[in-house]
Protein backbone atom coordinates (compact mmCIF):
# COMPACT_ATOMS: atom_id res chain seq x y z
CA UNK A 1 0.00 0.00 0.00
CA UNK A 2 1.05 3.25 -0.93
CA UNK A 3 0.83 5.62 2.34
CA UNK A 4 1.19 9.86 2.14
CA UNK A 5 1.59 11.45 5.45
CA UNK A 6 0.65 14.83 5.68
CA UNK A 7 2.04 16.24 8.75
CA UNK A 8 3.60 19.84 9.70
CA UNK A 9 5.91 18.51 12.42
CA UNK A 10 8.02 15.25 11.87
CA UNK A 11 11.99 14.40 12.55
CA UNK A 12 14.41 15.87 13.61
CA UNK A 13 12.01 17.94 16.01
CA UNK A 14 12.39 16.02 19.45
CA UNK A 15 8.86 16.53 20.84
CA UNK A 16 5.57 16.57 20.29
CA UNK A 17 3.80 15.05 17.11
CA UNK A 18 7.40 14.34 15.16
CA UNK A 19 8.42 11.43 17.48
CA UNK A 20 4.79 10.09 16.72
CA UNK A 21 4.67 10.53 13.48
CA UNK A 22 8.01 9.68 12.35
CA UNK A 23 7.83 6.23 14.26
CA UNK A 24 4.12 5.53 12.58
CA UNK A 25 5.79 6.68 8.95
CA UNK A 26 8.70 4.01 9.53
CA UNK A 27 6.99 1.40 11.08
CA UNK A 28 5.09 1.19 7.77
CA UNK A 29 7.30 0.80 5.97
CA UNK A 30 8.68 -2.15 8.00
CA UNK A 31 5.41 -3.75 7.29
CA UNK A 32 6.25 -3.41 3.58
CA UNK A 33 4.56 -0.29 2.74
CA UNK A 34 5.44 2.61 1.12
CA UNK A 35 5.56 5.85 2.91
CA UNK A 36 5.90 9.36 1.87
CA UNK A 37 5.77 12.23 4.31
CA UNK A 38 5.31 15.90 3.38
CA UNK A 39 6.25 18.24 6.22
CA UNK A 40 7.57 21.32 6.92
CA UNK A 41 11.18 22.37 7.30
CA UNK A 42 12.05 21.69 11.04
CA UNK A 43 11.39 24.21 13.39
CA UNK A 44 9.81 23.33 16.59
CA UNK A 45 9.93 23.87 19.33
CA UNK A 46 12.10 27.00 18.99
CA UNK A 47 10.22 28.24 16.06
CA UNK A 48 13.12 28.86 13.80
CA UNK A 49 13.95 26.76 10.92
CA UNK A 50 16.93 24.59 11.70
CA UNK A 51 20.42 25.78 10.77
CA UNK A 52 20.74 22.74 8.12
CA UNK A 53 17.76 23.48 6.11
CA UNK A 54 17.60 27.29 6.52
CA UNK A 55 18.02 29.20 3.19
CA UNK A 56 15.43 26.31 0.99
CA UNK A 57 12.42 26.24 -0.71
CA UNK A 58 12.15 22.55 -0.47
CA UNK A 59 14.48 19.49 0.55
CA UNK A 60 13.77 15.89 -0.26
CA UNK A 61 15.49 13.08 1.86
CA UNK A 62 14.99 9.64 2.72
CA UNK A 63 15.11 8.18 6.14
CA UNK A 64 14.81 4.30 7.15
CA UNK A 65 12.67 3.87 3.91
CA UNK A 66 10.47 6.78 4.29
CA UNK A 67 10.64 9.92 1.82
CA UNK A 68 10.40 12.88 3.32
CA UNK A 69 9.61 15.95 1.35
CA UNK A 70 10.14 19.48 2.97
CA UNK A 71 8.99 22.67 2.23
CA UNK A 72 9.88 26.35 3.55
CA UNK A 73 7.19 28.24 5.83
CA UNK A 74 7.27 31.16 7.06
CA UNK A 75 8.09 30.97 11.08
CA UNK A 76 9.14 33.66 13.75
CA UNK A 77 10.22 32.59 17.24
CA UNK A 78 7.85 35.14 18.76
CA UNK A 79 5.11 35.37 16.18
CA UNK A 80 2.00 37.93 16.10
CA UNK A 81 -1.63 36.97 14.49
CA UNK A 82 -0.04 37.93 11.54
CA UNK A 83 2.98 35.72 11.30
CA UNK A 84 0.55 32.80 12.39
CA UNK A 85 -1.64 33.46 9.41
CA UNK A 86 1.65 33.67 6.95
CA UNK A 87 2.44 30.17 8.74
CA UNK A 88 -0.60 28.49 8.29
CA UNK A 89 -0.59 30.07 4.85
CA UNK A 90 2.93 28.97 3.72
CA UNK A 91 2.38 25.67 4.59
CA UNK A 92 -0.41 25.18 2.81
CA UNK A 93 0.71 26.40 -0.45
CA UNK A 94 4.29 25.12 -0.41
CA UNK A 95 3.81 21.56 0.76
CA UNK A 96 1.01 20.62 -2.14
CA UNK A 97 2.93 21.33 -4.61
CA UNK A 98 5.83 18.25 -3.90
CA UNK A 99 2.59 16.18 -2.40
CA UNK A 100 1.07 16.53 -5.89
CA UNK A 101 3.79 15.46 -7.86
CA UNK A 102 4.96 12.60 -5.75
CA UNK A 103 3.65 9.57 -6.78
CA UNK A 104 -0.31 8.79 -6.51
CA UNK A 105 -0.97 7.21 -2.86
CA UNK A 106 -4.06 4.92 -2.11
CA UNK A 107 -4.87 6.48 1.63
CA UNK A 108 -3.52 10.03 2.71
CA UNK A 109 -3.14 10.24 6.72
CA UNK A 110 -3.40 14.55 7.59
CA UNK A 111 -2.47 15.25 11.06
CA UNK A 112 -4.11 17.79 13.43
CA UNK A 113 -2.62 20.44 14.24
CA UNK A 114 -1.97 21.93 11.69
CA UNK A 115 -5.49 22.21 11.03
CA UNK A 116 -4.98 24.56 7.06
CA UNK A 117 -3.72 21.50 5.98
CA UNK A 118 -7.23 20.10 5.75
CA UNK A 119 -7.56 22.74 2.70
CA UNK A 120 -4.24 20.93 0.82
CA UNK A 121 -5.43 16.87 1.76
CA UNK A 122 -9.12 17.32 0.80
CA UNK A 123 -7.85 18.59 -2.79
CA UNK A 124 -5.51 15.84 -2.89
CA UNK A 125 -7.65 13.26 -1.86
CA UNK A 126 -10.50 14.25 -4.65
CA UNK A 127 -7.67 14.76 -7.09
CA UNK A 128 -5.86 11.03 -6.62
CA UNK A 129 -9.51 9.85 -5.88
CA UNK A 130 -8.11 7.73 -2.58
CA UNK A 131 -9.29 8.34 1.22
CA UNK A 132 -8.05 11.13 3.58
CA UNK A 133 -7.59 10.02 7.50
CA UNK A 134 -7.69 13.01 9.07
CA UNK A 135 -5.72 12.55 12.47
CA UNK A 136 -6.33 15.08 15.98
CA UNK A 137 -3.68 15.33 18.44
CA UNK A 138 -5.67 18.48 19.25
CA UNK A 139 -9.20 20.04 18.97
CA UNK A 140 -8.76 23.60 17.04
CA UNK A 141 -9.52 26.40 17.28
CA UNK A 142 -11.55 25.10 20.26
CA UNK A 143 -8.52 24.27 22.61
CA UNK A 144 -6.53 27.39 21.25
CA UNK A 145 -9.67 29.68 22.45
CA UNK A 146 -9.86 28.26 25.78
CA UNK A 147 -6.68 28.84 26.90
CA UNK A 148 -6.29 32.73 25.01
CA UNK A 149 -4.08 31.60 22.59
CA UNK A 150 -6.64 32.73 19.82
CA UNK A 151 -8.88 35.57 20.11
CA UNK A 152 -9.78 37.18 17.29
CA UNK A 153 -13.07 36.93 16.81
CA UNK A 154 -12.67 36.59 12.39
CA UNK A 155 -9.94 34.05 12.86
CA UNK A 156 -11.89 32.51 15.61
CA UNK A 157 -15.31 32.37 13.01
CA UNK A 158 -12.56 31.51 10.46
CA UNK A 159 -10.89 28.58 11.87
CA UNK A 160 -14.30 27.25 13.30
CA UNK A 161 -15.59 26.66 9.42
CA UNK A 162 -12.52 25.30 8.53
CA UNK A 163 -12.67 22.88 11.49
CA UNK A 164 -16.65 22.00 10.04
CA UNK A 165 -14.71 21.36 6.37
CA UNK A 166 -11.89 19.37 8.23
CA UNK A 167 -14.73 17.01 9.57
CA UNK A 168 -17.01 16.74 6.50
CA UNK A 169 -14.51 16.57 4.23
CA UNK A 170 -12.10 13.33 5.62
CA UNK A 171 -13.01 9.65 4.82
CA UNK A 172 -12.31 8.70 8.51
CA UNK A 173 -11.38 10.84 11.88
CA UNK A 174 -9.02 9.29 13.79
CA UNK A 175 -8.73 10.23 17.61
CA UNK A 176 -6.50 9.92 20.32
CA UNK A 177 -8.98 9.60 23.75
CA UNK A 178 -12.69 9.22 24.45
CA UNK A 179 -13.20 13.01 25.31
CA UNK A 180 -12.39 13.78 21.71
CA UNK A 181 -15.05 11.56 20.53
CA UNK A 182 -17.61 13.10 23.08
CA UNK A 183 -16.28 16.28 21.67
CA UNK A 184 -17.15 15.58 17.77
CA UNK A 185 -20.43 13.83 18.64
CA UNK A 186 -21.63 17.23 20.32
CA UNK A 187 -20.70 18.95 16.56
CA UNK A 188 -22.67 16.61 14.90
CA UNK A 189 -19.78 14.22 13.35
CA UNK A 190 -21.07 10.50 13.14
CA UNK A 191 -19.82 7.50 15.47
CA UNK A 192 -19.62 5.62 12.30
CA UNK A 193 -16.67 8.37 11.17
CA UNK A 194 -14.58 8.34 14.33
CA UNK A 195 -12.47 5.88 14.79
CA UNK A 196 -10.30 5.96 18.31
CA UNK A 197 -6.79 4.55 18.15
CA UNK A 198 -4.89 5.97 21.17
CA UNK A 199 -0.90 7.82 20.67
CA UNK A 200 1.40 4.88 21.26
CA UNK A 201 5.14 4.50 22.98
CA UNK A 202 7.80 2.29 21.86
CA UNK A 203 7.94 0.12 24.79
CA UNK A 204 11.05 -1.50 23.49
CA UNK A 205 12.76 1.97 23.21
CA UNK A 206 11.06 3.61 26.30
CA UNK A 207 11.83 0.85 29.22
CA UNK A 208 12.43 0.50 32.41
CA UNK A 209 16.36 1.17 33.22
CA UNK A 210 18.07 0.56 36.69
CA UNK A 211 18.86 4.11 38.61
CA UNK A 212 22.50 2.86 39.69
CA UNK A 213 25.25 3.71 37.66
CA UNK A 214 22.86 5.81 35.46
CA UNK A 215 24.77 7.98 33.02
CA UNK A 216 22.33 11.06 33.77
CA UNK A 217 22.59 10.70 36.85
CA UNK A 218 26.14 10.96 37.24
CA UNK A 219 27.05 13.83 34.58
CA UNK A 220 24.25 15.77 36.74
CA UNK A 221 25.74 14.88 40.50
CA UNK A 222 21.96 13.75 41.01
CA UNK A 223 23.26 10.15 43.14
CA UNK A 224 21.29 9.33 45.70
CA UNK A 225 18.56 12.12 45.10
CA UNK A 226 15.06 11.52 44.61
CA UNK A 227 14.73 12.93 41.94
CA UNK A 228 10.97 14.72 39.97
CA UNK A 229 11.67 14.81 36.53
CA UNK A 230 9.65 16.91 33.82
CA UNK A 231 10.80 16.99 30.24
CA UNK A 232 8.99 18.63 27.04
CA UNK A 233 7.10 21.85 26.22
CA UNK A 234 7.29 24.75 28.03
CA UNK A 235 4.23 27.12 27.21
CA UNK A 236 0.92 28.64 28.33
CA UNK A 237 -0.39 25.37 28.98
CA UNK A 238 1.87 24.07 30.88
CA UNK A 239 2.57 26.53 33.90
CA UNK A 240 5.59 24.73 35.04
CA UNK A 241 6.08 27.99 37.59
CA UNK A 242 4.00 25.83 39.98
CA UNK A 243 6.59 23.01 39.79
CA UNK A 244 9.42 26.29 40.61
CA UNK A 245 7.15 26.74 43.42
CA UNK A 246 6.32 23.42 44.67
CA UNK A 247 10.45 22.89 44.54
CA UNK A 248 10.90 26.30 46.76
CA UNK A 249 8.36 24.97 49.52
CA UNK A 250 10.74 21.25 49.26
CA UNK A 251 14.18 23.59 49.13
CA UNK A 252 14.82 22.25 53.09
CA UNK A 253 15.21 18.44 52.12
CA UNK A 254 18.43 18.37 50.39
CA UNK A 255 17.88 15.08 49.08
CA UNK A 256 14.57 15.99 46.50
CA UNK A 257 15.85 17.24 43.14
CA UNK A 258 13.73 18.61 40.31
CA UNK A 259 14.44 18.67 36.92
CA UNK A 260 13.52 20.32 34.01
CA UNK A 261 14.02 19.40 30.49
CA UNK A 262 12.50 21.74 27.61
CA UNK A 263 13.26 24.59 24.64
CA UNK A 264 15.82 27.54 25.81
CA UNK A 265 13.47 30.13 25.94
CA UNK A 266 10.88 28.60 28.44
CA UNK A 267 13.80 27.66 29.97
CA UNK A 268 15.15 31.15 30.54
CA UNK A 269 11.58 32.16 31.81
CA UNK A 270 11.97 29.34 34.60
CA UNK A 271 14.99 30.49 35.42
CA UNK A 272 13.92 33.70 36.40
CA UNK A 273 10.90 31.87 38.37
CA UNK A 274 13.56 30.20 40.29
CA UNK A 275 15.74 32.89 41.16
CA UNK A 276 12.40 34.66 42.45
CA UNK A 277 11.51 32.09 44.96
CA UNK A 278 15.08 30.38 45.71
CA UNK A 279 14.04 27.17 44.31
CA UNK A 280 17.80 26.28 43.95
CA UNK A 281 17.13 23.25 43.93
CA UNK A 282 15.54 22.79 40.40
CA UNK A 283 18.28 21.76 37.67
CA UNK A 284 17.53 23.39 33.62
CA UNK A 285 18.47 22.06 31.13
CA UNK A 286 18.06 21.38 26.99
CA UNK A 287 16.35 19.06 25.55
CA UNK A 288 18.62 15.89 25.05
CA UNK A 289 19.24 13.70 22.32
CA UNK A 290 16.39 10.93 21.80
CA UNK A 291 18.78 8.13 21.72
CA UNK A 292 19.54 9.61 25.60
CA UNK A 293 15.72 9.49 26.29
CA UNK A 294 15.41 6.06 28.45
CA UNK A 295 18.20 6.88 30.31
CA UNK A 296 17.14 10.24 31.13
CA UNK A 297 13.93 9.14 32.09
CA UNK A 298 15.60 6.49 34.23
CA UNK A 299 17.03 8.63 36.07
CA UNK A 300 14.14 10.06 37.78
CA UNK A 301 12.16 8.59 40.83
CA UNK A 302 8.56 11.02 39.59
CA UNK A 303 7.74 11.91 36.51
CA UNK A 304 5.58 14.75 36.39
CA UNK A 305 2.60 15.90 34.04
CA UNK A 306 1.55 19.76 34.45
CA UNK A 307 -1.46 21.36 33.04
CA UNK A 308 -3.39 24.65 33.67
CA UNK A 309 -6.40 25.15 35.25
CA UNK A 310 -8.21 26.35 31.73
CA UNK A 311 -6.75 23.60 29.60
CA UNK A 312 -9.51 22.00 27.86
CA UNK A 313 -10.91 18.39 29.34
CA UNK A 314 -9.72 16.46 26.18
CA UNK A 315 -5.90 17.65 26.58
CA UNK A 316 -3.99 14.24 25.89
CA UNK A 317 -0.47 14.87 26.40
CA UNK A 318 1.45 12.11 24.49
CA UNK A 319 4.03 12.22 27.58
CA UNK A 320 1.97 10.20 29.52
CA UNK A 321 2.24 7.01 27.60
CA UNK A 322 6.11 7.91 27.53
CA UNK A 323 6.61 7.71 31.70
CA UNK A 324 4.02 5.11 31.72
CA UNK A 325 6.25 3.18 29.34
CA UNK A 326 9.54 4.16 31.66
CA UNK A 327 8.72 2.77 34.45
CA UNK A 328 8.26 5.28 36.51
CA UNK A 329 5.83 6.62 39.18
CA UNK A 330 3.53 9.93 38.22
CA UNK A 331 2.33 12.90 39.30
CA UNK A 332 -0.28 14.65 37.45
CA UNK A 333 -0.98 18.27 38.00
CA UNK A 334 -4.27 18.45 35.92
CA UNK A 335 -7.89 19.45 36.17
CA UNK A 336 -9.09 16.05 37.97
CA UNK A 337 -12.26 15.79 34.73
CA UNK A 338 -9.60 15.61 31.87
CA UNK A 339 -8.74 13.06 29.78
CA UNK A 340 -4.41 13.33 31.47
CA UNK A 341 -6.46 12.96 34.62
CA UNK A 342 -8.13 9.46 33.27
CA UNK A 343 -5.41 8.16 32.08
CA UNK A 344 -3.28 8.60 34.51
CA UNK A 345 -6.21 7.43 37.37
CA UNK A 346 -6.90 4.45 34.35
CA UNK A 347 -2.88 3.29 34.57
CA UNK A 348 -2.54 3.15 38.29
CA UNK A 349 0.41 4.62 38.11
CA UNK A 350 0.43 7.90 39.49
CA UNK A 351 -1.78 10.30 41.53
CA UNK A 352 -3.58 13.49 40.52
CA UNK A 353 -3.33 16.59 42.23
CA UNK A 354 -5.43 20.12 41.54
CA UNK A 355 -3.49 22.15 38.79
CA UNK A 356 -2.04 25.44 39.79
CA UNK A 357 -1.57 24.42 43.34
CA UNK A 358 2.11 24.13 44.35
CA UNK A 359 1.26 23.05 47.81
CA UNK A 360 -0.85 20.28 46.82
CA UNK A 361 1.99 19.37 44.07
CA UNK A 362 4.78 19.58 47.08
CA UNK A 363 2.72 17.41 49.81
CA UNK A 364 2.09 14.71 46.96
CA UNK A 365 6.10 14.58 46.30
CA UNK A 366 6.52 14.63 49.65
CA UNK A 367 4.11 11.95 50.41
CA UNK A 368 6.16 9.27 47.41
CA UNK A 369 9.61 10.23 48.89
CA UNK A 370 8.35 8.75 52.55
CA UNK A 371 7.25 5.66 51.09
CA UNK A 372 9.40 4.26 48.74
CA UNK A 373 7.51 1.15 48.52
CA UNK A 374 4.75 2.98 47.46
CA UNK A 375 6.96 4.38 44.31
CA UNK A 376 7.95 1.25 43.38
CA UNK A 377 4.36 -0.58 43.28
CA UNK A 378 3.01 2.76 41.22
CA UNK A 379 6.43 2.21 38.84
CA UNK A 380 5.08 -1.12 38.39
CA UNK A 381 1.93 -0.38 37.50
CA UNK A 382 3.03 2.25 34.65
CA UNK A 383 5.24 0.05 32.79
CA UNK A 384 2.58 -2.90 33.10
CA UNK A 385 -0.52 -0.61 31.84
CA UNK A 386 1.85 0.57 28.79
CA UNK A 387 2.75 -2.51 27.51
CA UNK A 388 -0.97 -3.65 27.79
CA UNK A 389 -2.83 -0.69 26.27
CA UNK A 390 0.17 1.52 24.90
CA UNK A 391 2.16 -0.42 22.53
CA UNK A 392 3.21 0.68 18.99
CA UNK A 393 2.60 -2.82 17.54
CA UNK A 394 -0.74 -2.55 18.56
CA UNK A 395 -1.37 1.24 17.14
CA UNK A 396 0.59 0.24 14.08
CA UNK A 397 -1.85 -2.56 13.63
CA UNK A 398 -4.50 -0.56 14.31
CA UNK A 399 -3.86 2.21 12.03
CA UNK A 400 -2.79 -0.39 8.85
CA UNK A 401 -6.10 -2.66 9.63
CA UNK A 402 -8.30 0.96 9.02
CA UNK A 403 -6.09 2.08 5.89
CA UNK A 404 -6.73 -1.74 4.63
CA UNK A 405 -10.28 -1.25 5.31
CA UNK A 406 -10.31 2.20 3.41
CA UNK A 407 -9.09 0.64 0.38
CA UNK A 408 -11.17 -2.33 0.07
CA UNK A 409 -8.56 -4.86 1.19
CA UNK A 410 -9.17 -7.35 3.97
CA UNK A 411 -7.75 -6.52 7.25
CA UNK A 412 -6.85 -8.64 10.53
CA UNK A 413 -7.59 -6.20 13.60
CA UNK A 414 -10.13 -4.12 13.56
CA UNK A 415 -9.87 -0.11 14.94
CA UNK A 416 -12.43 0.78 17.53
CA UNK A 417 -14.97 2.52 15.64
CA UNK A 418 -17.49 4.17 17.54
CA UNK A 419 -21.04 3.01 16.76
CA UNK A 420 -23.98 5.37 16.29
CA UNK A 421 -25.29 3.72 19.84
CA UNK A 422 -22.65 5.26 21.56
CA UNK A 423 -23.66 9.10 21.18
Known sequence: MRILIYSYNYYPEPIGIAPLMTELAEGLVKRGHQVRVVTAMPNYPERQIY???????????????????????WIRPQPNLLDRMLLDASYIFTSFFPALFGWRPDV????????????????????HNCPVVLNLQDILPEAA?????????????????????????????????????????????????????PNWVDTNFIRPLSKENNA???????EGKFVISYSGNIALTQGLETVVKAAAMLRHIPEIAFVIVGEEKGLQRLQNACHASGADNVLLLPFQPREALPEMLAAADVG????????????????????????????????????AARAIKQSGGGAIVPPEDPQALADAILDLYQHPEKVKTLGYNSRKFATEHYSFDQAL????????????ENSAIEPKIVSEQEV
Open 216 to 222: FRTKHNL
Open 51 to 73: KEYRGKWYQAEYKNGVEIQRSYV
Open 304 to 339: LVVQKKNVISFNMPSKIQVLLASGRALIGSVPKNGT
Open 397 to 408: SQYESLFYSLTD
Open 145 to 197: VHVGLLKNKWLIRTFALLEKFAYSSATKISVIADGFVDNLQSKGVPGRKIVQI
Open 108 to 127: ILSTSPSLPSCLPTALLGVL
